[in-house]
């Protein structure tokens, strides 16, 4: 099924390509431009939103369309002429964004992805039009096998459910799974997506370490800037110190459950116990380290030498003196 998806917007700062950004972009040239033969901008295609159209890519299209609009063309209203070719994609990543939800509840997730021109005198126009936000828009052109039903999961049109009602609360879209193909991207005037089209290159609000563990959830590529590598390394190191504490912990306390269970139970041989306490958890282990001190406490209770008679009996009944 062929799909062109109005959903994109452009980004214009900063349009200096990094030394990173020009090896990329190179892997497409005839010649190695350097960082002022060209002009690079930030494209939100699309998203994981109902659009106009009442439809939505899913999260794992997203993740297939991040690999498969490498290197495809940026043209002008979907009209695929040599002549309308103004830019070419060289990356593309999946965000997410903690802050935001779909129309269905969905944690919000878009494809972004930088692209270039070169610098020429017959492409200036277009550059100011990107930078003073006039060109904007843009939409993707692909191609997905499969358009469900958000509802029932069946393909949408075969079942009763019907876009934009609810059915039992939940929101009807069809939902567009399993792309196959990805043929270009457009500048347009009214995308289907609402939130697609050229964004800005504002620096990226700084990720707490929980917002870092939920991206990671998604077990999928996942973008972490330098400042999510440094707050993930540091968690991890602490992860690895809490680590070796614990185990020396439970190594004492194993230990400690042996050396009792010899005094109150020497019957069982310390090759057994130790079979017994790998399997157990460390609260296990502490249960059966106080229930093991209770009874040693109890068994081997100090006895006064002066005592009454009472106390005499009981004394002379563990054979021990008395004065």
Not at 96 to 118: E, I
Not at 191 to 204: E, F, H, I, N
Not at 244 to 262: F, H, I, M, N, P
Request: charged letters at 30%; a neutral charge.
């Amino acid at each position: 099924m062929n799909d062109i998806k109005k959903a994109a917007e452009t980004t214009a700062a900063p349009s200096q390509a990094s030394a990173e950004e020009l090896s990329l972009i190179n892997r497409y040239t005839r010649r190695a431009l350097s960082a002022d033969e060209v002009y690079v901008f930030s494209v939100t295609l699309c998203d994981n939103d109902v659009d106009r159209d009442g439809e939505r890519f899913t999260v794992e299209s997203l993740f297939a369309l991040e690999k498969l609009f490498v290197g495809k063309t940026g043209i002008f209203d979907h009209d695929p002429s040599a002549k309308n070719q103004a830019a070419r994609i060289f990356a593309c990543t999946v965000e997410s964004d903690d802050t935001r939800t779909t129309a269905t509840g969905d944690t919000y997730f878009c494809l972004k992805a930088r692209a270039y021109m070169p610098k020429t005198d017959g492409n200036r126009a277009l550059r100011d039009m990107l930078d003073s936000g006039i060109v904007k828009e843009v939409s993707v052109g692909c191609a997905v096998a499969h358009t469900l039903c958000s509802v029932c999961g069946q393909e949408y049109a075969s079942c009763a459910h019907r876009k934009g009602e609810r059915y039992g609360g939940k929101l009807c879209c069809g939902e567009l799974t399993d792309p196959t193909d990805a043929y270009e991207w457009s500048f347009v005037a009214v995308p289907a997506q609402k939130c697609a089209g050229v964004t800005k290159a504002a620096k990226r609000k700084d990720r707490d370490m929980e917002a870092i563990l939920k991206a990671l959830e998604t077990k999928k590529s996942v973008t972490l800037s330098e400042s999510d590598c440094a707050k993930l390394c540091a968690y991890l190191d602490d992860l690895k110190q809490s680590a070796k504490d614990g185990v020396y912990y439970r190594d004492s306390l194993t230990d400690e459950v042996l050396r009792l269970s010899a005094a109150v139970q020497p019957g069982v041989t310390r090759a057994t116990m130790e079979c017994v306490t790998k399997a157990l958890s460390v609260a296990q282990l502490r249960e059966m380290r106080d229930a093991f001190a209770r009874q040693k406490d109890k068994a081997f209770s100090p006895v006064p030498q002066l005592c009454g008679s009472k106390a005499r009996e009981h004394a002379e009944a563990f054979g021990q003196f008395t004065i």
